[in-house]
């Protein structure tokens, strides 16, 4: 079926450090979205990558579109505590064939002081 | 904007009864995602609706499930009967078309989110 598999599924970090998660599939997408949920919220924008082989930056972070279609990652640099939470991929469907949205499996990321 | 408005945010039902979700995207926005999350399962998609109509709803996990969205501004999401495997949090979120063109949509927004309790 159509699935995302995002890895790692969760990462302990000291702050400071780099860190890097990803996601693949075997459908190709038409855009990778990248979100950060907190405990009680809902899931908020990062970054939004439109075109394969797109690089993006939102101040530390940055995503890439893979050339494929079919993969995108995401790096924050210098990790800081208010990083902790759950990052989730998603890739959208082409809007002409419906737009599903659907995601990955999540990152949970702990970042010690 | 307001964003995505969900309501209620937490509802505490018996099992049995019937629950109903409501969201409103935001405006100018025509497509709308129900998402059901849980620790096991993650963010599962239930249905989605493009201009109002519902599009798939595979993810719909049984007849008990419903969804409606009468216009652009509205949606519902009704469980009935309702059973303690509904228990979870249920998201909403909407998006629209970005360039007409290329058929690439936008960014979704996501709904805070009701928290169902079904005891």
């Known amino acids: 079926g159509q699935q995302l598999n995002q890895s790692p599924q969760s990462m302990f970090i000291q702050e400071g450090e780099d860190v890097s998660m990803n996601c693949t599939s075997s459908?190709?997408?038409?855009?990778w979205l990248w979100y950060k949920q907190d405990p009680g919220e809902g899931p908020v924008l990062l970054i939004a990558?439109?075109?394969?082989?797109e690089l993006t930056s939102n101040g530390r972070l940055t995503a890439q579109f893979g050339i494929t279609r079919k993969d995108s990652f995401l790096n924050i640099s210098a990790s800081i505590p208010s990083d902790v939470g759950i990052y989730f991929c998603?890739?959208?469907?082409?809007?002409?064939?419906?737009?599903?949205?659907?995601f990955g499996q999540g990152t949970e990321l702990s970042v010690k002081p | 904007d307001a964003g995505v408005i969900q309501s209620p945010r937490h509802e505490v039902t018996e099992m049995g009864q019937e629950v109903t979700l409501r969201c409103k995207p935001i405006?100018?926005?025509?497509?709308l995602f129900w998402y059901r999350q849980t620790m096991m399962r993650g963010l599962e998609l239930l249905i989605y609706?493009?201009?109002?109509?519902?599009?798939?709803d595979s993810g719909m996990p049984e007849d008990r499930f419903s969804a409606k969205m009468p216009n652009a501004s509205f949606s519902t999401l009704k469980i009935q009967p309702s059973e303690p495997r509904d228990s979870a949090v249920y998201f909403c979120?909407?998006?629209?078309?970005?360039?007409?063109?290329?058929?690439?949509?936008?960014?979704?927004?996501f709904g805070q989110g009701t928290r169902l309790t079904v005891v």
């Open positions: 609706f493009n201009n109002n109509v519902p599009i798939d």
């Open positions: 990558l439109y075109k394969a082989g």
């Open positions: 459908s190709i997408f038409n855009t």
């Open positions: 998603a890739g959208t469907f082409p809007y002409n064939q419906g737009g599903k949205l659907i």
């Open positions: 979120a909407s998006s629209s078309l970005r360039d007409t063109s290329t058929w690439v949509g936008t960014e979704a927004f």
């Open positions: 405006s100018g926005h025509n497509s």
